[in-house]
């Protein structure tokens, strides 16, 4: 593959962003940020073999998901996403058409945020392929949402439903076997092309203090990120978890996927409960699913406990640990 | 290695950019761009094997060369870098004394220009690692130079010296056996350590009309893109390229290490002949080396041309070709 056949067939003939001064085609791409507003930026690698499996997944969709997840992140502080680069390290067996389809599938996931590819890096590896996706996007001034502002009384909340990536996987893998009357389909998709709640994380920055975080490693995970950054204990509801319904048609411990699975790449978080109305009416107006899964409470070590009809069991980031009564 | 444990070793402490307002240890970093700059961002993926061998540098070099290369991007549009997000794929081989001295390395380069580490993804990688460093700069609003505003009659210059880099690989890879006469070390410290030009980059941007390239893939190849970019001829005379004295002691076809051996990470690019007084004395007050090479002619096809005695030699970006009288 010739690399500068590739990069000329890559650089984008248009660009969506008005402050884009130079995009690929220099030694750095170069932009004017908008002076109302501070930069986000973070960089997320998937391996294949690792993070993926091209009999798994398309192309197609490994391109789609690797700026997914990525824009997910800019999504979790409240940001729009503007600018991405894609350095990618090619094995032997990457020919032209696998190569093409991954910036179809990137491209494709990109244009839907209006977002312009403005660098990255091509070269050769001996083994697996390597993507790594840097994004570059923007929040209005002092409106990020971080971890740590969580206070007791907040409402914790999640947007979308939980457990269907891993579900999905589960199908992928033959460890589920989905009957007829499964949508199967529906699962597979939330694994090979997560949607990143950008138009959620948008809302969530427009109310004054909101913690925030993707799921990508799991609800507990990511709630545990949160009771330490804001030093709070954080108590959630078994019965509450928005899961789609044939999830537990599909596995007798569906809690497992709901609470470890991870990769839904929906956003969860702490609201005031003063704002929660407010806050889901504007929601449910821009279609957006968002339940209240439980509440953040006083006077408790950094935890998260989930509750389950009359059980309190402390949930660690990777698993159930410490059953209490 | 764990994951955690990782991220809390490489997280820095103290933090150089007072515009950064949330750092590692959210979904994403958010800074405040400044008012009067653009934003310079570049990728580059470095993949052992391919790129360096543990046998030739060590991991503390690998890293240090791993961010340099980036940063010599920034350099080569007058910017000044300000943060870093790295991502690495980790093989099998690749220990914990292995990957904290990377970022040592790293973090070296790095701290010498006050960049602060913001982002990154530790992954796992069957083979080889892959290490990908992004790089975000700023330079003042307008002030950034390009390939593409060359001109007839501009000069033509390099900072520092050219071939070195190559000739300490050959060294490396017993291709050259220095004498006791040559300093070795200079060739290899150039190779294996190299030193972004980011002061040079600092006068080109302060003059109104600079083209500007780092010299990464070759001198040949860099005026060639700057020739193709600005549509012009460039010309330069094979005794004016500047070397290191013991480079001609090394090999006879030393001139093929100054044209195509790459890595030298100087600045080449043109200047008006009507500030290249004023460009000069500024260079030499700060200790920069710099050397006319050459000059931009009149209605050409866009191409490079060497002139070495009576011979004219057309460069093509990665060998000779086309010899003319």
Redesign the interface.
């Known amino acids: 593959m010739d690399e500068f056949d590739l990069i000329r067939r890559i650089t984008p003939k248009d660009t969506y962003q008005r402050s884009l ?2 995009g690929i ?9 908008h ?1 109302h507003c ?10 294949e ?3 993926f499996r091209f009999d798994f997944s398309t192309p197609f969709e490994v391109g789609f998901k690797a700026v997914a997840v990525n824009v997910s ?2 999504a ?2 409240g ?1 729009t996403p503007k ?1 991405y ?3 990618i ?1 090619i094995p032997p067996h990457g020919d032209e058409t696998i190569v093409t389809e991954l910036y179809e599938g990137m491209k494709a996931l990109a244009d839907s945020y209006h977002m312009d590819l ?4 091509t ?6 392929f ?1 993507i ?1 996706v ?4 923007e ?1 209005s ?1 002092g409106k ?1 949402c ?2 740590h502002s969580a206070q007791t009384g907040d409402v914790v909340f999640v947007t979308g439903e939980l457990g269907s990536s891993a579900a999905g996987l589960s199908i992928l893998m033959n460890k589920a076997a989905p009957s007829k009357a499964v949508d199967a389909d529906f699962f597979l998709k939330r694994h090979k092309m997560p949607q990143p709640h950008i138009a959620a994380g948008h809302i969530c920055s427009s109310f004054p203090r909101v913690t ?3 799921v990508s490693d799991g609800l507990a995970s990511e709630l545990n990120e949160i009771a330490e ?1 804001s030093c709070v204990m954080i108590e959630i509801e078994a019965d509450k978890l928005p899961i789609h319904p044939d999830l537990q048609v599909l596995r007798k411990d569906w809690l497992e996927w709901v609470l470890f699975g991870g990769e839904d790449f929906v956003l969860t978080g702490t609201i005031p409960e003063s704002n929660w109305e407010s806050f889901e009416s504007q929601c449910q107006k821009e279609g957006i699913q968002v339940t209240r899964i439980g509440q953040v409470k006083d006077d408790q070590a950094a935890s998260v406990m989930l509750k389950d009809n009359d059980q309190q069991t402390m949930l660690m980031k990777k698993g159930y640990n410490h059953f209490k009564k």
């Open positions: 001064i130079m085609g220099d030694d750095a791409s170069v932009y004017q940020p002076s501070e930069e986000v930026v973070c960089v997320d690698t998937m391996v073999h690792v993070h992140d800019i979790a502080m940001g600018y680069l894609v350095s390290a403005i660098g990255g890096d070269v050769a590896t001996r083994s697996d390597v790594t840097t994004v570059i996007g929040v001034k990020a971080y971890r925030l975080n993707d950054a």
